[in-house]
């Protein structure tokens, strides 16, 4: 075991480790950014995304600094679905400066204070240059686009998925069992409870019942008799309505006279038991009479073993949209499962999409979900918080309009730590051109590609606001933490 207590030795070994993964996945940084060669157990493959490459760095070499930077860089991406390259050279450049500049006169833990108030002020400048982006906008193609390096299928795809699903959207990433890919969606409100006898099944292959143009009647307590339901049963055997019968519970002498009925073609019909149990039951009914809506009969319902499936896609936009309000707003409250409200929004909104992904290899196949996942958190994110001028430019403007927040040594280089780390985005952009040996961010205006010279924002190089925030708040975070360090034990 080594132990490096807080010393020059320490502080080299901090920046030393910060170094080897922040210049390894730097050199990927923008639309000139190289390629990186990765060679594991699993083969070798050729990428410029950031996030392989700071996994394979952490795989590489044992360090808990190198652990640190990528899992905070990492978390950027995972919620936003872009800007782990970022997040790691910000923090590169907080760090940097901030050790460049300091003795041991200054307070380190006064500077992380002033760092954390001078990330705030950035935020908030941030929203001053943010504009909406609403589900079906035609910036939602760009942000995918950049988020997946330029891959024009993923970022049709990943736009189409999140269009379709919405923002509480399920989307299962699988590998596909050919070289192409290609999207599975399920509609309908999903529950978990299935057909009470194989009696009801209508398709001996599928082993399902299938029902169309049905009446959904649910009875909330122990069904004993048929006489709550006779009314409702006349009716459907009259009219060859199909009847889907919901209940609490039920006795095993009515189930089997509902089952003669089915039998003897009196009555096309299936009986299901209600999911949950309390308030979770009734929670289960209320989002089902949502999706009934005010028809009297339903599209379809599908009831296998397991699961029942009812799609409507008539009379029912407003008592959904009334009821997802409804659970968003219980999202709110702290004596909620959120995990679970989450679900039923979903479940409300026919979001569930699986991906089967397609490639000639493993190795392909499986760099693709990760593209994939950051394509469509990308996207759902610009829906979230909207969208900023890309490139590195938005960070740049906020450089330019930070304001000093106060005198002393520990606020002034906390304020031109952050400044410089603004600034370094663009410059790392820059610095991966060919042919770019001298630069001064300085003199670069707000809205200009560093590619072709274009106005970025009309070219479509725009990023999720909440990838900007992300990189800051991320940056900040783990910088705060590292120059604090004072002792460091390696287990060798």
């Not at 300091?102 to 380190?108: A, R, T």
């Not at 309000?325 to 679900?343: F, G, H, V, Y």
């Not at 970025?456 to 725009?462: A, R, T």
Request: glycine share 8%.
């Amino acid at each position: 075991m080594n132990m490096i207590k807080e010393s020059k030795e320490l502080k080299e070994y901090i920046l030393n480790e910060v170094d080897t993964i922040a210049d390894a996945v730097r050199s990927t940084l923008g639309p000139c950014g190289a390629n990186v060669i990765i060679s594991n157990e699993y083969g070798t493959k050729i990428t410029k995304d950031g996030v392989s490459v700071a996994r394979a760095i952490k795989e590489a070499h044992e360090s808990p600094i190198i652990n640190i930077i990528q899992e905070v860089a990492e978390k950027t991406g995972e919620e936003a679905g872009d800007g782990t390259t970022s997040s790691t050279v910000f923090a590169q450049a907080l760090i940097h400066y901030i050790y460049n500049n300091i003795g041991n006169e200054h307070n380190l833990l006064e500077i992380k204070k002033h760092l954390d108030s001078y990330k705030k002020q950035a935020v908030e400048i941030l929203r001053g240059y943010t504009e909406e982006c609403a589900e079906g906008s035609d910036n939602l193609l760009s942000v995918a686009k950049i988020s997946c390096n330029g891959d024009d299928e993923i970022s049709k795809l990943a736009v189409e998925i999140v269009n379709k699903t919405g923002l509480e959207g399920v989307v299962s990433l699988k590998e596909s069992d050919t070289s192409n890919t290609y999207i599975q969606y399920t509609e309908g409100l999903k529950w978990e409870s299935g057909f009470l006898s194989q009696a009801f099944i209508t398709s001996p292959i599928k082993l399902e019942c299938e029902l169309s143009n049905v009446r959904v009647e649910i009875y909330d307590d122990k069904l004993t008799s048929l006489k709550p339901l006779v009314k409702t049963m006349e009716i459907c055997k009259q009219e060859g309505i199909p009847l889907l019968i919901a209940v609490k519970d039920i006795e095993y002498d009515v189930l089997n006279t509902i089952i003669y009925n089915q039998i003897q073609g009196n009555l096309k019909c299936c009986v299901i038991k209600i999911p949950g149990h309390g308030t979770y039951r009734k929670d289960y009914i209320d989002d089902l009479k949502s999706v009934i809506g005010k028809v009297e009969l339903i599209d379809k319902v599908i009831v296998k073993k397991n699961s029942t499936l009812f799609i409507n896609t008539r009379g029912n936009e407003e008592s959904k949209a009334e009821r997802i309000a409804s659970l968003r707003t219980r999202l709110t409250l702290p004596e909620e499962n959120i995990k679970d409200l989450q679900s039923r929004i979903t479940n409300i909104n026919n979001g569930f999409a699986t991906v089967y992904v397609g490639g000639d290899s493993i190795i392909e196949i499986k760099e693709k979900i990760d593209r994939f996942e950051d394509a469509i958190c990308a996207v759902k994110s610009a829906i979230e918080e909207g969208i900023v001028v890309g490139g590195g430019n938005t960070l740049l403007a906020i450089a330019n309009k930070l304001k000093s927040e106060g005198n002393s040594e520990e606020s002034q280089i906390a304020y031109r730590a952050i400044k410089s780390a603004c600034c370094s985005i663009m410059e790392q952009i820059l610095a991966n051109r060919e042919g770019i040996e001298n630069y001064s961010y300085g003199s670069i205006s707000l809205g200009i590609d560093l590619k072709n010279g274009l106005q970025v924002k009309k070219e479509g190089i725009v990023d999720p606001a909440k990838v900007i925030r992300l990189v800051i708040e991320n940056g900040v975070s783990v910088a705060g933490t590292l120059i604090t360090t004072k002792c460091l034990i390696i287990k060798e």
